[in-house]
């Protein structure tokens, strides 16, 4: 479905950029500046920079002077708005209000020629006329007592719970986790580790040989589960020697 996001006279060059980098990371790309604060804003340094990369984003953003411009192509209007109005769309959340616009028996009986998310400025947020134009009004769900957002902010969580209720992307192919099989020690080797630990731990008087209970046992479990490789074989049975080397000096 076409998507568009709509900044409604917006005030700072950075958030411009911010919303461009927003709704990049979400999978958008259709972006219309209603009359901002800036003529020259897709080119301020301060856009750029917090567009950080999405410089394709910024290449294509249009800059109207109506709001009406900035609708052409699409069917079904969403406002933005921290408090309802008395008057006007009904108000809901955007994940309620998604999850009923995407259902396959709506899509099949009253296809969207697309769909428009718009956002006021950051001073005022959107005029009621403005308002009254949309469908519905989304409320993003924020604390009672401090419920501002940035506008960048906003945008992302719009794109977001948008994006999800489309489907959201093809979980990327993770990297193939490591075999802990591949190169690992084979079992003569752990099993000469052990008897040389075992030589060690009685040299230290750690191990009684005439009562050993289950240590060698359990110990054998534990180099089993750390599937260790012949490197850190190596380095265990170097420690080992060490031990023995180290008992032989003090009973001399």
Not at 25 to 40: E, I, K, Q, S, Y
Not at 87 to 93: A, L
Request: overall charge neutral.
């Amino acid at each position: 479905m076409m998507t568009r996001f709509v900044l409604i006279e917006t005030s700072h060059a950075g958030n411009v950029g911010g919303v461009a980098r927003a709704i990049k990371v979400m999978g958008f790309d259709d972006l219309v500046l209603v009359r901002p604060r800036w003529a020259n804003v897709l080119r301020r340094e301060e856009t750029i920079q917090r567009a950080s990369g999405a410089n394709d984003v910024l290449a294509q953003t249009r800059i109207v002077d109506t709001l009406d411009e900035a609708l052409e192509g699409v069917s079904h209007l969403c406002a933005t708005a921290m408090t309802p109005r008395d008057f006007g769309p009904p108000t809901t959340s955007p994940r309620e209000h998604f999850a009923a616009l995407t259902t396959p028996e709506r899509r099949a009986t009253q296809p969207e020629a697309g769909v428009a998310f718009l956002f006021g400025s950051e001073r005022f947020g959107m005029a009621n006329e403005d308002v009254y134009r949309c469908h519905v009004c989304l409320r993003i769900p924020t604390h009672a007592q401090f419920g501002s957002l940035n506008l960048a902010a906003a945008v992302q969580l719009i794109a977001y719970d948008w994006r999800m209720a489309l489907g959201g992307f093809e979980a990327a192919a993770e990297p193939a986790a490591p075999n802990p099989q591949a190169g690992a020690a084979d079992a003569a080797m752990v099993g000469g580790l052990l008897q040389h630990w075992e030589q060690a731990l009685v040299a230290v008087d750690f191990l009684d040989p005439e009562a050993p209970k289950k240590l060698l046992p359990r110990l054998n479990q534990l180099l089993n589960r750390a599937q260790l490789a012949p490197e850190e074989v190596h380095i265990l049975r170097g420690v080992a020697k060490a031990m023995l080397q180290t008992a032989e000096r003090a009973k001399r």
